[in-house]
């Protein structure tokens, strides 16, 4: 295990297909299926069950996966997901649908789309056709998917009233394949080239291929993007996201992919990739991959809203296909991480991509107090470490039922050691949850380091202050951590409440 986190270390600062057809029922062939209630009538669900996040968004019932179709347009952020809504188990999968106009309180509006002849409908993205490339109509919001049964095909619909409603396009699919490894359409305009470029995961058989069309329905393969990952001779390639940065003048191309299993740690996690597009063709820098988006075990399947500008956005799936029909959680299961703000920026000599967490958190929180070994909190809180450098320190989180989440600080090797076992809460409904210990590099320059827990009901995320660390995790406390102790070298601390976005 520490042998495996290394590697990630020394790699981070210089729809695990399998699980699903273990755990789920086969997929019906008959596309008809009971009608799904929609979310807004009334149900007993106030959200405010044990374990229930206050600052993430959940949907209201029912199992969900993989964040769809981000986009922002007419100051609304749309957030499709991968959801059940029959179930609280994986099965059915349908897109979703929740708008926000902050990333943080959410709507969550009826289902968007549901399986029909060619499946299930898988992840996929969403895009504004600006200029009526597709023939739709001005401003028509397209989605692109993969319809999967059995082969894994790309299908597309458009909506012309704001995404209350999708007509399918009528020839799909726009991509037809033949087998269940080529999934999860990333699709963005190239100004450059001009035209549409699509992203596409090839699962088990490893790598990205990339697509183009000037009129979003004829898609022409252009080229193939694998690099071998340095002990990791065999893993699920998914959820590709492609995205340019300005780095010191020049513009970068980072190359999002998660892969599962066998992230930093163990199980599903998120990767990236630095480079070059020309159009056609992604080349990655020579470097020593794969690099980690997150060194903990809950984010993955990560993407960006399309249509915010200079602003690059990323929501990710707070979980992990080892257990994640199994984690306590009723009626519904899963969360998305807090929105972060991605950059490029240079560390080492090198780029290194951040994702701190977004600064509209700034509108659900109260002012910062002193933090002292007693922390005035309920829903969920900020607390913020400023620690010297000078020698090893012991940071620990834990409640009145003496559950503890405990972060160690190595400040020779500039590592943060992560813990989450038997101490921290409910560990035992799976295997796989208990984690000796995850080691994440701190990435930072001088001798102090300023580190950033985002604890809600069932999550911590900690990140460094610029976001050039982060490490996402579940836990499940009977009650939310709200002592602190820090030992070891000289810190400061404040924090801050968090407003319950549900109330």
Not at 60 to 75: A, Q
Not at 357 to 372: G, L, M, T, Y
């Amino acid at each position: 295990m520490i042998a495996v986190a290394m590697t990630a270390i020394i790699a981070g600062c210089s729809k695990d297909d399998e699980y699903k057809k273990d755990y789920n029922p086969l997929i019906d062939d008959d596309p008809k299926q009971e009608q799904p209630t929609d979310p807004q009538q009334p149900t007993v669900s106030q959200r405010t069950e044990q374990f229930r996040p206050q600052i993430h968004f959940t949907p209201e019932r029912n199992w969900m996966n993989d964040p769809n179709g981000m986009v922002y347009v007419d100051g609304t952020y749309h957030l499709f997901y991968q959801y059940n809504p029959q179930g609280n188990d994986w099965g059915n999968m349908s897109w979703g649908h929740a708008t926000s106009t902050d990333m943080l309180h959410w709507k969550e509006q009826a289902v968007a789309m549901t399986r029909d002849e060619l499946g299930d409908i898988f992840s996929g993205s969403a895009v504004i056709d600006k200029n009526n490339t597709s023939g739709f109509g001005a401003n028509a919001m397209v989605i692109y998917y993969t319809s999967a049964s059995g082969a894994q095909q790309q299908s597309m619909a458009y909506s012309t009233d704001g995404a209350k409603t999708f007509t399918r396009y009528s020839q799909n699919p726009v991509i037809p394949n033949n087998d269940d490894n080529l999934r999860d359409p990333k699709v963005f305009w190239h100004e450059e080239s001009k035209q549409w470029v699509m992203a596409l995961a090839k699962g088990w058989k490893m790598g990205i291929d990339f697509y183009t069309s000037t009129d979003m329905k004829n898609w022409t393969f252009k080229s193939n993007f694998f690099v071998p990952l340095s002990g990791r001779p065999s893993l699920q390639w998914e959820c590709p996201d492609l995205i340019s940065f300005d780095y010191n003048g020049q513009k970068k191309w980072v190359l999002i992919v998660s892969v599962n299993p066998g992230g930093p740690i163990v199980g599903s996690g998120t990767m990236y990739f630095v480079g070059q597009w020309d159009g056609t063709t992604f080349t990655a820098d020579e470097r020593d991959y794969p690099l980690w988006l997150d060194y903990g075990m809950d984010n993955y399947a990560g993407v960006t809203w399309s249509n915010t500008g200079d602003r690059k956005l990323l929501i990710g799936w707070m979980n992990n296909w080892q257990y994640a029909g199994a984690v306590p959680c009723s009626p519904w299961r899963s969360a998305m991480t807090l929105p972060r703000e991605l950059k490029l920026v240079e560390y080492d000599g090198k780029p290194l991509l951040t994702c701190g967490v977004v600064k509209e958190i700034d509108n659900i929180a109260n002012a910062w107090q002193p933090a002292s070994d007693n922390l005035d909190v309920s829903d969920a809180y900020q607390l913020s470490i400023t620690l010297d450098l000078d020698k090893n320190s012991t940071i620990t989180l834990s409640n009145g039922q003496d559950e503890k989440f405990v972060v160690e600080v190595n400040a020779g090797m500039r590592l943060a050691i992560v813990h989450r076992n038997a101490q921290t809460g409910q560990t035992g409904f799976a295997g796989a949850f208990s984690i000796p210990s995850m080691q994440a590099p701190l990435c930072v320059v001088g001798n102090t380091v300023t580190l950033d827990f985002f604890v809600d009901q069932s999550s911590v995320e900690l990140l460094t202050s610029d976001g050039s660390m982060s490490v996402t995790n579940l836990v499940f406390p009977r009650s939310i951590y709200n002592k602190l102790s820090v030992s070891g070298a000289n810190y400061k601390a404040q924090v801050r409440q968090l407003k319950s976005v549900w109330r």
